[in-house]
């Protein structure tokens, strides 16, 4: 059972639109909220990350929307380029060891 | 240059055979993973350890085994009982926690595609 559920699971934007990512959790005790994004036949890396005790987080084109109430938190891709095409999963943290990861969405941004 | 290597990248088995994922990392972190990716399912954990000579199960370790017999390494091995093999393995480690600036970020090696014929 997936601790952190995500949606959509695909999504397609045209070059310079915005991408909306959106996760929600149940787990009270989570800590730290990241973002990997993976390439095509390689290992995810990390994009972005946010603790609880802040709302928003900014680097560059990217956004992390957090609403510790809701138990939801979300990525926006500002100003999508081809090279965002990507898969995107949000992820969740308890403890020093152990992340969970929501399902992935896949977006392709057309030119 | 620094990072995670994953052994082979495709492995194709037969049924009823035992196959062993190599990962080796020179990042000198403490803690080393392994995730099953499937389409639509995101990344599951299999096995983590946390520190030499210790692991401990993930949320579908069954049919699963690992070792951690030194820092750097820490193969994993699909026997005949895991019953649906086919997936891409992914190992990631981390610094552990304390020891670095960072909030723990997982570095994740390419990738092992297992393919049972």
């Known amino acids: 059972q997936q601790q952190v559920k995500q949606s959509p699971q695909s999504l397609i934007v045209q070059k310079g639109g915005i991408s909306i990512i959106n996760c929600a959790y149940e787990n009270t005790a989570f800590d730290y909220f990241p973002w990997y994004q993976q390439f095509p036949g390689k290992g995810p890396a990390l994009l972005i990350a946010?603790?609880?005790?802040?709302s928003e987080k900014k680097e560059g084109r990217f956004t992390i929307s957090f609403n510790k109430s809701a138990k939801q938190f979300s990525l926006h891709i500002m100003d999508s380029q081809p090279g965002d095409s990507a898969t995107y999963f949000c992820a969740a943290r308890e403890g020093d060891y152990k992340l969970s990861f929501g399902a992935g969405t896949t977006v392709t941004v057309r030119a | 240059d620094g990072g995670i290597t994953q052994s082979p990248k495709y492995l194709f088995r037969k049924e009823g055979q035992n196959v062993t994922l190599s990962c080796e990392q020179n990042l000198n972190h403490d803690a080393m993973y392994w995730y099953r990716q499937d389409p639509g399912q995101g990344l599951r954990l299999i096995y983590y350890?946390?520190?030499?000579?210790?692991?401990q199960k993930g949320d579908i370790a069954e049919g699963y085994s690992v070792s951690r017999e030194k820092k750097e390494s820490f193969p994993l091995t699909v026997t005949s009982a895991q019953k649906n093999p086919t997936a891409f393995y992914l190992c990631a480690s981390r610094a552990q926690s304390g020891r670095s600036l960072n909030t723990g970020e997982l570095f994740f090696g390419e990738g092992s595609r297992l393919t049972v014929l």
């Open positions: 946010i603790r609880p005790d802040v």
């Open positions: 350890s946390q520190i030499v000579n210790d692991f």
